[in-house]
């Protein structure tokens, strides 16, 4: 808020607009534009290719945040970035918008795979974060159905009975190896999932890819239009939360 | 007591009533309520299920503290909170107690995955709560057959002999093996015996959830008086402790 | 000794009494009487069993040392204790001398799980002390026949070679699991021995526990009739060690 | 660049030359010239099949930057060196180069064993790059299809989403061991990939090897000359990267 | 020595006797008398016991230092004391010396549980001297046939190569465990021939043990005297080391 | 150069005499002598077998450095000392001079063991160096067949490609098992050689080791006269390297 605040103020505006927030969204998390960090030819390609991953694959999953923007305008470390934006704040997040995050950034991974039959080391923030993702969702979330309810490491929670504390790493080698097979397991089937969006969806992919190539970065609406060229409905608010069964 | 003192006092009473009490705990232990974090709509619902799972199991469980308060406004990080008291000052906890609090804590949990077959990150809390408990049960007050009379991790102790200490993890990894063993036992026990009480009474989960989305707030007796009516004794203090063998 | 010394002058005497030692030693042992401390009803009679298990496993067991007072009246973190003193000072403590100390200081938890087929929190110090004891045992004085004379932890030993010092945790995790084997066989035979004598002298346990939740405290001699009354001979001095093979 | 800014301005030029840059770069990555510090005739013999070794594997192996200069004159710590240059900027490494890179960088070691049936410590440098960045493909990268996309050690990334992290060693031992596996395997078939390059042009590599013991330095001319002579051809731009597949 | 001229000065002596160097000893390793420090009657004996088991295993194996004085008056942490002394000089020990050393040191541990048929704390400085020194066979000069000529762990040598150190605990798992069964076979055969020859000298054992309970300190001659009552011949210089081979 | 430099300096010589530098290195390396530091007859013999045994095994073996001088003087920590030089400095070392420095450095010990059935604390700096050495050759310089080109711990290297540090000690329990493995088959073998080499020359053996005794120090020259003496031809420089395959 402060950082748009900063940036309306400095176009004479008074108001802070959505546009100046997501502006300063992107310079908050990923840095300045670097614009003299030209990429080649050949890894603009990869990028666009890598980032229209990202952007198809949190199309298509249900639990997945919509895309405001896809960019291969270098910022900071990442040679791309795609933006996505939740409809409304959360405080509680669930086990399947873990699943469908986690797909959404192995998508990127997957995307260079598919297409070029090689992987760059592009996705390794990716994957740290996809990593992090899963592991939380094993060690602190209890959503591990072989895990089950129990909290493996400590999370800045409120201490409500304040007695005993579970250190980190209290576990045996035996729990800290099921910890480990669970992530795997869940990181292997988030990425079948972006391999099957993205299998499905080659045609697509290929059209953002090569329109990112173009014009370099996409705003929402125009994304929106680019998925409806190959048959896919952009998200509605109302439609990402099905009802309650109770 | 102090909290409780200032709250009166700045309401013009002499006294401390009860009232002054239980809003000075929740102040200390939850931090001040935060009218401006606001849950979403499917938020309240989960958070409702959540806290009536809690609040129900507590009701039903012979020894687990009674319910005085139940709220879905957030206060510190908390999304909501069951407010629960015992009816007696406690030097002394047993290990059926232990057994009921687990349950009790993972009352949410179970309560958000049989309403909604999804869990949240609501339970992180609750999950480190209870298996500090269980492992408290099983490496310091002897409380696993399996493991028996042995202290594995030290508490806070009196020194009697002073001869000898045992310093932390001292043990095996066969041990701490068996120990992750014995935690996940009693958690998955404890999972079963709140999914027991919560099928049991699946009707009265959803009255008190239902009630807490348009309330926010129920006091203890307007608790009891729902529990009365799905037709549950609420407890009486002379019941909570059987009568000794001996 | 200092301490006796002052509670005699306080109280305008000029000798110090052994009333004035045992004083000063439950004092610097256990602090200073919390009678604002209270315990419920029926923590009063948990309490009163476990000491009263403690006092019986000592007074029947040839190598424990004879019981001086037992009490439920808090002090510092200790619902209630029982005091027992040699006969003699020490400077040598024997593996048998070794086995019936731990055995005693199990015999609270004995006790409670026999009489209301439960545990509390209350044993939490004995279960330490008893373990560290057992790992002395086996780790420092050679005392656990399967590892045999060696040290495998350091005591504040006298370098008498100097040459090489053994540090702390060089052993392998295949001895430590050993270890861990031994100190829990030795622990679980000294709980069967507890458990042998209370069964024995259930209906002692049950007088002396219930004399204690009437008088709260018992002095040596009160306590030695109580034995007596249920045909069980208290100690004298010459019994204490058997006379030597040689 | 300032370090060839330094070395042009030193010599009245007023425009940086390829050759300050190529001069400024073995300045700051080597040290600088050490002709004091002679290698003994069987060491220089050496220290030529060495770098000739590099030299030809990155010449054959389609993604290893082109070979712009080699020397056994000593330079710092290492006894020789073989300067490679990517023909432009890269800020996406794919998995393709990384093998490649790490057989050129085992070229050296080969091409010793080859020659002397024995190996000498020069190679300790190469085989600790090596290892590394065939580490880095399996714990950063999820370029080892075994572990898959997991991130199981950081690297300095964007913190995206920020949410967790996965601090550095959190694995068990059974994934260590795969990771283990997994990078002697690359290892070892990057190895296989040198030997079969540098048997089949076992006469370029004596040849190589030979002039670099008379002339101590080779440039990129003189060195894509020697190519030719045996039958490779020198790398061009436009053929190191194959079109894209989509 | 600077102890041994001080003694000698307080008592008007210009010369430093054998007397002055062997108190100066007993003092310097062993701290002052403390005969405040009063054993009880069944203490004397066990103590008296244990120092004839280190005495007459000493007086018995071949390559122990020949005892000069016993004693059962405390001095420091030490109940009693068996003093030995070096025929000269070492700057050499060999693995036959280490061995006896250790049956030495356990002797008076067997004599404790053969006379007794328990064991005090008493030999716990024992049996840290014993197992450290046969930790350093194992680790530190290749006295180990099973493990051979590898340094394991480093001493205070003189780093005449220079060259990589071998820091502490780099070894496996798997060696550790090796060390520690190498380390308890030494232990218990060293513990085997003491029991050898205690049996074996039963009487000579009994003997020494009751003098030293009547008289509280035997020097070295007496001591011989009892030696040769039970047939033991006293150790001679020229006879401990047996002729070289060679 | 700088201690020899003094030397001559005070010996008002203007020239470093290569006498000088030799003094100096012993003086850096080993310590002043320590005449002092008497052995005795017994350790004397022992040590002039001990380092017989390094002088002769250094002088049969191919690539071990020819040896300067040998002493039985103690010299700061060490008894004795055999001094080699190389023929020339080496920027260089390779596997086979490794191979047989360690078998040089195994000399001493096997000459113990051989002529006296026994083992001292002497050899232990000896273990230290040869299982350093063992070590580097299979965790830094890829000499170990079984586990290849990989480096499993870092040297002070050039950070040619600086891009991922390989940290101490990254790798798993199974990979530490193995390189304990392969150090332990290194220099079980070297010790194998050098019994092969002290058995073939056990005349010689004796012949150095009781000159030794009698004279304290034997320079090159007369040395390589009793190698004459028992058949053993002197190194000439010449012969050290084989040449070149290639």
Known sequence: MNEGAILAAREGRTK?????????IEKVMLGPERRSHLLSVKEKEITAYHEAGHALVASVLVYADP??????????RAAGYT???????RKL??????????AVSLGGYVAEQMTFGDITTGPSNDLQVSTALARDMVTKYGMSEKIGPIALET???MPLYGKGAWSEKEYSERVSAEIDAEVSK???DAMKRAQDVLTKHKKALAGIAKRLVEVETIEREAFEQ??????????KKEEVLPPAVA
Do not use: C, M, W
Request: hydrophobic residues 45%; positive net charge.
């Open 93 to 102: 997040q669930s086990r399947k918008e873990f699943l469908d995050d986690i």
């Open 155 to 157: 999370t800045a929670g």
């Open 226 to 235: 680019l998925l409806v060229l190959h048959g896919i409905v952009p998200k």
């Open 186 to 188: 869940i990181i292997n």
């Open 83 to 89: 933006l996505k934006l939740p409809f409304e704040d």
């Open 67 to 76: 895309v405001h923007k896809i960019s291969i305008i270098s910022r900071g």
């Open 16 to 24: 802070v607009a959505q546009y100046d927030l997501i502006r300063s």
